[in-house]
Structures are given as C-alpha cells and as structure tokens.
C-alpha cells in the first residue's frame, strides 16, 4: 500500500477515536432538552455530506476511485497529506474546546455558554473550516475523483450552517456574541 494512504488510514482511526467521546455525546443530545432547536435541513444535510467524505476518503486509501499515483504529483499529495493531517487535528481541538456546549446539531442547550477561547479566539466555526480544509486535503493526497466533487459541494452548506448558528447565537447572547463576532471570523480567520 502506498505510504501516503497509510498515513491517511492511521489519521482516521486515530481520529476517530478521539472525536469517539464528542460523537458519543452528540448522540445523547438527540433526546436531551434544548432551549431552541430550529427544523432546518442544514441540521442533516451537512452530516451527511461529512459522512459521505469519509467514507469516499476510506475508499480512497484503498486507491479505490483516485487517479494514479505518479511521482511527478508526490509533492502535491504531501502537501495535501500535511493538510489533511493538520486540520482534522484542528477540527477535533475545536470539538474539545465546546466541551458540553457540543453538539451535532445547531442548537442552543439549556445551560448553553459562548466559547471564546481555543481555536475560537480566531474563528467563530473552526469545526468547519477544518471539515472543509481536511477533505480537500484528502483529496490532494489521496487524488481521489470520488472524494472531490463531495468536498466541494459540501462547502456552501456548511457556510449556511455557519449563518444559522451565528444567528442562533446572537439571538441567545446578544451583546456578548457580538462583541465576539466584531474580533473573529465566520469560517475564515478575520473575515466574516
């Protein structure tokens, strides 16, 4: 097996047992109490799309559905290694940093706090940007056609996502999330 795939491979098992507490705990929440909770296919779809990527990634590392592996594209599949591995790290970091305020779905808990420390210092979504920045890594060193068009048709939904919860938040904090929003941004650092 190539050893890029590998490292691809090794990054999602480990990965995946370290989002195992967090995904846990998003599942519990599916019948724990919400202060708001709006009806929304953003709730899903995302989810799906984000499922979807990671299986096309496990497929993928078998070189199931990618181009061939030729050493002329070596150095773009390493930088796509490099952000691949870097931003589901990020991703996983930002699910920590929310603690209990974690969940699957866009909604505001009963004893819901704003974060504002971690990766959030700087962005407001950082889960999404690095969902966003991990599958197009996956893709680059993986070359997958397969994972390709679902990382790239996934991005809208997860910026509409970003407006949904940015909205939620500032309905339920008010001056403090605005405050918050002036000295961050959306999805992308300083922006939005």
């Known amino acids: 097996m190539d050893p890029i795939n590998i490292l691809v491979g090794l990054n999602i098992i480990a990965s995946f047992g370290a989002n195992f507490g967090g995904a ?4 519990k929440d599916k019948i724990g109490i919400f202060k708001e909770k709006p009806k929304t296919y953003l709730q899903t779809l995302p989810l799906v799309f984000s499922t979807l990527t990671l299986v096309a990634l496990i497929i993928s590392v078998f070189q199931i559905g990618t181009l061939e592996y030729k050493p002329e594209n070596q150095t773009l599949r390493i930088t796509g290694l490099i952000f ?23 909604a505001i808990k009963k004893d819901h706090q704003l974060v504002t420390n971690g990766p959030f210092k700087v962005i407001r979504h950082p889960q999404y940007l690095s969902q966003i920045i991990l599958d197009l890594g996956g893709t680059v060193a993986t070359l997958s056609f397969i994972l390709a068009p679902l ?11 970003a407006s949904l919860e940015d909205k939620l938040m500032e309905k339920h904090f008010g001056e403090s999330f605005k405050n918050f929003r002036k000295k961050t941004g959306q999805i992308i650092p300083f922006i939005g």
Do not use: C, H
């Open 84 to 106: 691949y591995l870097v931003f589901s790290w990020i991703q996983i970091w930002a699910f920590k940093t929310l603690g209990e305020n974690y969940s699957q779905d866009i």
């Open 24 to 27: 846990k705990k998003g599942v």
């Open 151 to 161: 990382a790239i048709i996934q991005i809208p939904f997860l910026f509409m996502r």
